[in-house]
T-cell receptor
Framework: NAGVTQTPKFQVLKTGQSMTLQCAQD?????MSWYRQDPGMGLRLIHYSVGAGITDQGEVPNGYNVSRSTTEDFPLRLLSAAPSQTSVYFC??????????????FGPGTRLTVL | DQQVKQNSPSLSVQEGRISILNCDYTNSMFDYFLWYKKYPAEGPTFLISISSIKDKNEDGRFTVFLNKSAKHLSLHIVPSQPGDSAVYFCAASIDRGSTLGRLYFGRGTQLTVWP
């Protein structure tokens, strides 16, 4: 199993550009989520999905869009990049969304810089 | 407002000694607590967890203690090893209501174990 994979590993954007961060998992997990990690901050939830076709907002959703057309993939779209979106982005999946007990498996992250 | 707090951004411990990482929380509704470990350029990985109905959980060298009245938990690593050098995130969840299953993370503590 590859687990949770993310592409690209690094990305530099100019303000106003759009892009999609890719996330895929091969564990047949129903629950997938996106977090961002900023210096001196914990992981903050951006969006999450409890199954194909179902998404919802997390703590910091503004400026991001998601969709979930398959169980395996959960892309994160930046609609118009801003310097405040410079961060490290982590995708995570777990077998259940109903409990914090369900271990989240994290991808290796995408480091995004917006100039 | 940070509901999970790790007030020590860093901790340095000699190999073989005990490492104690602390975490405080403000929301009395939290009923499950987890610790994640993160190496550079990797995603966080699950380390150990504890339910609010317990006050201690042990897994090898790692023990988590929960003091509900003080809204405090701690992670003990005994003996500490250089390979334990990483950022440790404390996380909490509420397993009921509209936020069920969502994880709230602290800002992390960088542990350095020196020989």
């Amino acid at each position: 199993n590859a687990g949770v994979t993310q592409t690209p590993k690094f990305q530099v954007l100019k303000t106003g550009q759009s892009m999609t961060l890719q996330c895929a998992q091969d564990m047949n997990h129903e629950y997938m989520s996106w977090y961002r990690q900023d210096p001196g901050m914990g992981l903050r939830l951006i969006h999450y999905s409890v199954g194909a076709g179902i998404t919802d907002q997390g703590e910091v959703p503004n400026g991001y869009n998601v969709s979930r057309s398959t169980t395996e993939d959960f892309p994160l779209r930046l609609l118009s990049a801003a310097p405040s979106q410079t961060s490290v982005y982590f995708c995570a999946s777990s077998y259940s969304f109903t409990s914090g007990r369900a271990v989240r498996f994290f991808g290796p992250g995408t480091r995004l810089t917006v100039l | 407002d940070q509901q999970v707090k790790q007030n020590s951004p860093s901790l340095s411990v000699q190999e073989g000694r005990i490492s104690i990482l602390n975490c405080d929380y403000t929301n009395s509704m939290f009923d499950y607590f987890l610790w994640y470990k993160k190496y550079p350029a990797e995603g966080p990985t699950f380390l150990i967890s504890i339910s609010s109905i317990k006050d201690k959980n042990e897994d090898g060298r790692f023990t988590v203690f929960l003091n509900k009245s003080a809204k405090h938990l701690s992670l003990h690593i005994v003996p500490s090893q250089p390979g334990d050098s990483a950022v440790y995130f404390c996380a909490a969840s509420i397993d009921r209501g509209s936020t069920l299953g969502r994880l709230y993370f602290g800002r992390g503590t960088q542990l350095t174990v020196w020989p």
